[in-house]
């Protein structure tokens, strides 16, 4: 199916990204040169039909719908779960660049996860707030 295959397009592409993004830190590349990676990556993505249609698909599409409620839960997670994880990972002398993928992926999936849970409460304040708003 299409829906299917535009969402391992984007997984592809986030997996790339992280990849890359991970290369620039480790070769010693300041922070404004992967900001300067994401200004060009989002460019790029408004001037490229085929990147359009990645971002267009249901994929991208839910995890549009979610990216507040993300913005608001994965400081919580990257502070808790995943510091957690890391601490107990170098107490057992575990913390290895793979390890540390994993805890960056565990720590994306819970992201989302509590994101996605976050959304009846995100709902339910806007629906009080649009009932408070005055009507001109």
Do not use: D, K
């Not at 592409?13 to 992280?18: R, S, T």
């Not at 994880?85 to 057992?92: D, K, Q």
């Not at 540390?100 to 720590?107: F, P, Q």
């Amino acid at each position: 199916p299409r829906g299917r295959r535009g969402g391992l397009v984007f997984l592809g592409i986030f997996i790339a990204a992280i990849g890359l993004a991970t290369w620039f830190h480790l070769a010693g590349f300041s922070p404004w040169a992967t900001a300067a990676l994401g200004l060009v990556l989002v460019i790029a993505a408004l001037r490229s039909p085929p990147l359009q249609a990645v971002l267009a698909t249901p994929v991208s599409r839910w995890l549009g719908h979610i990216s507040f409620p993300l913005y608001l839960m994965q400081f919580p997670v990257l502070l808790s779960l995943v510091s957690w994880l890391i601490v107990t990972a170098a107490a057992h002398n575990a913390l290895t660049p793979l390890s540390a993928v994993g805890i960056a992926i565990v720590g994306v999936v819970v992201s989302v996860i509590a994101a996605w849970a976050f959304l009846p409460i995100e709902r339910f304040t806007l629906r009080l707030i649009r009932r408070r708003r005055p009507q001109p």
